[in-house]
């Protein structure tokens, strides 16, 4: 018989490290709002999620819905593909960050089509470009300062 982990523990991950915390983690506030116009990477971006123990509380294809949910669940994470059905990531940043203050942002975006920089203050806290590896996305989780392009 399999044991249940006892409640406000984690388990480690796949790679025996545990997913770092998000603020208020364990539940109380470690929810992510997924935001890509494409549902395969909707569909990529809430696996990875959840194999490192972040509850996916709402997904958006664009930046309209995505505002719209940002409103409604304040979520504390946000990640993002750069390819949105409407509008543009740094639409999505700017608003973001205006609607709910101290939201950590995680972009994905092709290493081929990297998007263009930001202004200081605008841009993600962490640009992870594809293809990348899991490793990578587990420490764009970890909550530290703004991390360089990843690939």
């Keep these: ?4 982990p006892r ?3 984690r388990r480690p991950g796949p790679t025996g490290r545990q997913a770092p915390p998000l603020r208020g983690s364990e539940g109380s506030g470690s ?8 549902e395969e990477m909707r569909i990529l971006l809430r696996g990875l999620l959840q194999l490192h123990r972040v509850r996916v509380d709402a997904e958006a294809e664009g930046v309209t819905e995505a505002l719209r ?3 409604e669940r ?11 059905s409407d509008g543009t990531p ?4 700017t608003a973001a960050r205006t609607i709910v203050p101290g939201v950590r942002v995680i972009l994905v975006a092709p290493a081929s089509r ?4 930001t202004a200081a203050g605008v841009g993600p806290d962490v640009l992870l470009l594809r293809p990348f590896r899991i490793q990578q996305f587990a420490d764009a989780l970890a909550p530290n300062d703004r991390s360089s392009p990843s690939g």
Aim: charged share 20%.
């Design 1 to 4: 018989m399999r044991r249940r």
């Design 7 to 9: 409640p406000g523990t």
């Design 31 to 38: 929810a992510a709002l997924v935001v890509a116009a494409d």
């Design 69 to 71: 949910l940002l409103r």
């Design 74 to 84: 304040r979520p504390p994470l946000v990640v993002a593909d750069t390819h949105l």
């Design 90 to 93: 740094n639409d999505l940043l």
């Design 114 to 117: 990297p998007p263009p920089p």
